[in-house]
């Protein structure tokens, strides 16, 4: 039987007038897209092999290369598209499951992008932001519902003993990427700008490199299920500690970082050996139950003398209001969520684009039950997957987020193109790789400079939002729903989402 | 007229409010005058007074003032105080002829007391707890029926009219008061409702507000949380319902309530050289964040012991005030005062989040 091939995603073309064949394409792309043939002195390519990551494009002096999509592929279909005729002959061919990286990119209704904010006009007026001052400082962690105050010969004391809490300069945060599934360097950019910044990074589950332990009061350390990297130092290391239970790209699976990524330096940061695969069990084997959780919780709070917030992290799941609730319950400091369209190194396409649901929905559900039960205000609440901008952060926190976790912004700050082949360890931005050839092309110094830019540049933009709406803090915008107006949503949309039609005033 | 509908009141305003802190009662003559100098500030659609110590006889009851749209909500309001309370007196409040007035409620008045039983049903509770309970039943689900305000030795008196023929109205000429708060109310639609007027009132507390509330939509989330039911369609109610929250059931003085819900920036804590003071704002701030009152505002409030008047972060709404001996005023304009006030002192002019605070005389309470 004739083999069909697996059809070509892009096209690169060259344009001969400009072409000099100087090779770094050639000597640049991981994939060995482009070819150079001394003989003819002319540069071709193997097009089947390219992801459409763009570095090349970028680098091209002459401006000669352009990808573009393959549009001649197949007979348009709406049901048998190009990618399912082509996963279904990959399967075909290896009898495997399809991996994929990045947040699911299928056309599910993205809810910010039919959720309008409000502004002042008249009866209350808005607030420059360049004039007057505009807090954007979030607190994260335990707190008590009341204070307690000593009353000493006419001066007012503290009683209240509060619970150790992280302070944010802004309540944006770059979510767990694992030191494994990214470079050093790509996590030492992301380390060094929360530092300056004075926000969080999150280590993810692969350990904290040595290198890093300087940056550890705005460190989030994780515990996965794979344990990697987890001693005494580690715990003790950050400012706080999260469990992560599930993530918004793969709920209710692990991870797997294969052998070939496992270099020395990651081996001895994950504690496992060199070249093995490491290997995150679905479950934490030591977690079956919610009061499981509990003893966790609270084993890691003895470890660090209660030094530490411990947070937990879960996908958003459609009982993602009962577990959230039940964590609160459980003692957790933060509950951190994430959505559908969080990004991942590697995970199944098949759970990616159809497990879990958007976290818009989950902010607003689990916020909601939270404040039914009148424990909300006990515990922070932290949303993730699939941040685009500094308008989709605002309406998570108008919905009820303490703050946000953002990663692919923050990568794509670093250059990723979104080609979603973090999985196969060849990214030529140097972002998802292991592969000095390759990991040496992101300078640490100028992804520190470009991520602190990102967060700048929202934090102006938030600041004018709240402006606007005639707010000069971010806690009187926090869970603030009356801010928020739907546009084509379903009453079921609107009433899930608490929030008013377009239209309809206050 | 009850609103109806589900959305929430804008209004701009006037606000007015005298103190005598030997507790020596005037008429309602005064107030009147120093509210209708403003008269451009109210658009004809809202005034009203509150007035503490015009009950003595009655000092130990609660004061029920309440509004009726028909006689069966009437009925049902009373049947249900009925039950919780014993009503010592009731009547109706009296009120003159006024054909300019509109749309008029029947307007009740009710000296009433805790029955033990349900003291000993809700031992949990306090007295206040219990009241404040029952005025967010009535009020969300008795239909037709309004709990005006619900203090005791004091009342709060409102329509919807240019608060000085809703003083005239109401004939507090008669009342005599040691604290007089007025406002005079310029909503910027024409749902007619009475008691969408201001004072609001709950137990003791009443509260005029010049001003809109920008945070309203988490300090009403955050008041759900400790079971309050706004229900008035104002963002006004989430200033009042903080007050008792703060003070009443945190038990937290005037002064540290007004760090919560006009905290001060950041910057000025981190500033502030005394560490013990600086912990504590801190502190304040991290618990109450959502309880921080955002947006332009200017409010006298009073629980019949204080009279204290405040503006937002920024001022973005004006306040003046005037001490004259043992007498404090407070208003939107210098204006109101000048007109009852002889004295030429200075007005002074407070500055963002600074309380203007009369307190009556110790042992006067």
Known sequence: MAKRPIPTEFIVERDKDKCIACQVCVRMCSNDVHIYDADTNIVTNDNSKCVGCHFCETLCPTDAITIKKNESSFKPNANWSASVISDITKQAETGGVILTGMGCDKPYTIYWDHILLNASQVTNPSIDPLREPMELRRYIGRKPDKIELN???????????????????????????????????????????????????????????????????????????????????????????????????????????????VSEEISETRMIPEGTDAISPAPHHDIYSIEDLRQLIYALKEATDYEKPVGVKIAAVHNVVP????????GADYIAIDGMRGGTGAAPKVIRDNVGIPIEFAIAAVDARLREEGIRTNVSLIAAGGFRSSGDIIKAIALGADAVYVATSALIALGCSQCQKCYTGKCNWGIATQDPYLTKRLNPEIGVQRLKNLIRAWSLEIKDMLGGMGINSIDSLCGNRTHLRGIGLLDRELEILGIKSAGEPQ | MRHNRQEKLISGCSVAGIMNESGRKTSGEAIIRSIAVMKERSNGLGGGFSAYG?????????????????????????????????????????????????????????????????????????????????????????????????????????????????????????????????????????????????????????????????????????????????????????ILYLFDLLVRKHGLPFDIVCKIIDAPLWEEIDRNDDNDERELLKTLRIIYSSALINGPFSIIISDGNIMMGLNDRVKLRPLVSLKDGDTVYMATEESAIREICKSDKEIYYSKSSEPIVGRLKEGLS
């Not at chain 1, 577990?323 to 459980?330: D, L, T």
């Not at chain 2, 309440?66 to 009437?74: E, I, T, V």
Request: with cysteine.
């Open chain 1, 151 to 261: 009353y000493n010969k006419g001066k007012i004391k503290l009683k209240t003993k509060l619970e150790k809490q992280l302070k944010l300069a802004v309540p944006i945060m770059f979510s767990a990427m694992s030191y494994g599934s990214i470079s050093l360097n790509t996590c030492a950019s992301l380390a060094k700008a929360s530092h300056e910044l004075g926000i969080f990074y999150n280590t993810g589950e692969g350990g904290l490199h040595k290198s890093l332990y300087k940056y550890g009061k705005n460190t989030i350390i994780q515990i996965a299920s794979g344990r990697f990297g987890v001693h005494p130092d580690y715990l003790k290391a950050g400012a706080a500690i999260e469990i992560k239970i599930g993530q918004g790209a793969k709920p209710g699976i692990g991870g797997h970082l294969p052998g070939e990524k």
């Open chain 1, 323 to 330: 577990i959230a609730s039940g964590i609160a319950r459980a």
């Open chain 2, 54 to 238: 015009i009950y003595p006889e009655f000092k130990d009851y609660f004061a029920f003032h309440m509004m009726y749209d028909n006689k069966k909500a009437m009925a049902d309001a009373e049947e249900y105080l009925k039950t919780n309370y014993r009503v010592v007196k009731s009547e109706e409040i009296s009120t003159i002829e006024d054909k300019s007035i509109k749309n008029r409620p029947l307007l009740w008045r009710y000296f009433i007391g805790l029955k033990d039983k349900v003291k000993n049903l809700h031992y949990d509770l306090t007295e206040e707890d219990i009241v404040v309970n029952d005025v967010m039943k009535i009020n969300v689900e008795i239909e037709g029926a309004f709990v005006t305000s619900s203090g005791k030795n004091m009342g709060i008196f409102k329509g919807i009219g240019y608060p000085e023929d809703i003083g005239r109205y109401y004939k507090l000429e008669e009342y005599e008061a040691y604290i007089w708060i007025a406002h005079g109310r310029f909503p910027t639609n024409s749902v007619g409702w009475w008691g969408g007027a201001h004072p609001f009132g709950l137990l003791n507390w009443s509260v005029v507000h010049n001003g809109e509330i920008s945070s309203y939509g988490i300090n009403k989330r955050y008041l759900e949380n400790f079971g309050y039911r706004c229900s008035l369609f104002t963002d006004t109610e989430v």
